[in-house]
């Protein structure tokens, strides 16, 4: 793979980083990959950042970090035996992900070798200013929600870890396909999360990045990817030194091999941007109960990856419907996100197949407050899709290697 002609401009309302991607082991056309910053989008309410800190007045060139890691784990996925950048990306992040694919390699479906990665001759230059500032990704789903309010309760105002600035992003949930922009559900999700930014004063950055748009494979954004996408977009949006959170998906106790890893985020980090993958230490259920103290973050969950529109959850999906009942086991009745949280069991035979993947383990954390609402029917449904995961998990699938074989998700991408 080769990542080329990277380039920068910035224009009052945005800063737009550009590079050409080139694969030369597969007959994959080439594409321009870009990064978007925007200072506000159309109709949204848009935030002000702090004097002298708006990122779009700082740029420091097309920022390689960005393009090596949005593309390296593409390139290993399709088995690319190099990954040749056209910029100087920092050594930190270089030897990060070589790391980081020896995790994701040991959790099978990707090539044992990892391309090289090849630079140009140029020094990577780091800038003295220690100071730090700290932002974090924020969609309206709990994960993001609950670590904002965590913040908050643990930094002070002025500490640099206090979160002042969130990214939004288009183009991984919403406009994750180039035929359907989802212009106006992103403008809708983006007026959603304006009374948690007025709230809590964070400055609500809107990014816009192609990445999806490369060849992949079936599951790997999900298994693999999303991590080191978030962070090519951290890398791209950020000026100057800074910490990144990523909120955390699932329970240290239930450390499923994903693309968002406890042991993979820090390994995306830089000498200018450390990455901070924050929350695992609690489960779903906790989140959600904290959140219900939260007025506000409660009325701005969004978690729907199917809604269209105006609409922020369709309610229906697995998703929706698993929200909607950890809400019920933490005691909220009813929502503007979702209206009640107590479902027809109809519903859930239709929206979650068994068996149902990782997501089972999620609903494990649900039983014990779902049996004590008298929810028996609900909780025997529930426990069959969670045996089914445990089985499959403990069976290696045929040729698997000595290190495989308890991966849930390994060979979904040959």
Request: hydrophobic share 40%; aromatic share 6%; net charge neutral.
């Amino acid at each position: 793979m080769l990542i080329k002609n990277l380039d920068c401009t910035t224009t009052e309302d945005m800063r737009r980083l550009s590079a050409t991607v080139i694969w030369e082991d597969h007959d994959f056309p080439a594409q321009e990959l870009t990064f978007e910053i925007c200072r506000q989008t159309d109709d949204a309410e848009p935030t002000q950042p702090e004097a002298g800190l708006d990122p779009l007045l700082a740029s420091d060139g097309p920022r390689p970090d960005a393009f090596l890691a949005g593309c390296f784990p593409l390139a290993a996925v399709h088995g690319e035996a190099r990954v040749r950048i056209d910029g100087s990306p920092c050594p930190m992040l270089v030897e990060g992900l070589q790391t980081a694919h020896g995790w994701w390699s040991s959790w099978g479906g990707m090539p044992a070798s990892a391309p090289d990665i090849e630079t140009s001759a140029d020094a990577h230059t780091v800038s003295a200013n220690r100071w730090r500032r700290a932002a974090a990704f924020l969609s309206g789903g709990v994960d993001g929600l609950h670590m904002l309010m965590r913040n908050r309760q643990t930094y002070r105002p002025n500490d640099p870890a206090c979160i002042r600035d969130v990214l939004f992003i288009h183009g991984f949930d919403i406009g994750k396909r180039a035929r359907n922009p989802e212009d106006q559900r992103f403008r809708a999700a983006l007026r959603r999360l304006a009374p948690v930014a007025a709230e809590t004063g964070v400055n609500v950055i809107a990014c816009r990045t192609n990445l999806r748009h490369l060849p992949s494979k079936p599951d790997f954004w999900t298994y693999r990817h999303n991590g080191a996408a978030l962070a090519a977009v951290g890398h791209a949006a950020l000026c100057g030194p800074a910490f990144l959170f990523i909120g955390a998906s699932h329970h240290l106790a239930d450390p499923v091999p994903m693309g968002s890893h406890p042991a993979v985020d820090h390994l995306l980090s830089s000498q200018r941007l450390q990455i901070i993958h924050d929350g695992s230490r609690f489960t779903r259920l906790e989140k959600v109960r904290e959140l219900a103290t939260w007025p506000t973050g409660l009325a701005a969950l969004r978690v729907c990856p199917e809604t269209s529109g105006e609409e922020a959850n369709c309610g229906r999906c697995e998703k929706c419907l698993r929200t909607r009942l950890e809400l019920l086991a933490a005691g909220v009745e009813e929502t503007a996100a979702f209206g009640p949280s107590l479902t027809p069991i109809e519903l859930w035979d239709e929206a979650v197949p068994a068996p149902s993947g990782h997501r089972a383990i999620m609903y494990e954390h649900l039983l014990p407050a779902l049996r004590a609402r008298g929810l028996s029917a609900l909780c025997r449904a529930l426990e069959a899709r969670i045996d089914v995961y445990r089985k499959r998990g403990l069976q290696p699938p045929e040729g698997a290697g000595p290190n495989q074989g308890k991966s849930i998700n390994q060979g979904i991408f040959g």
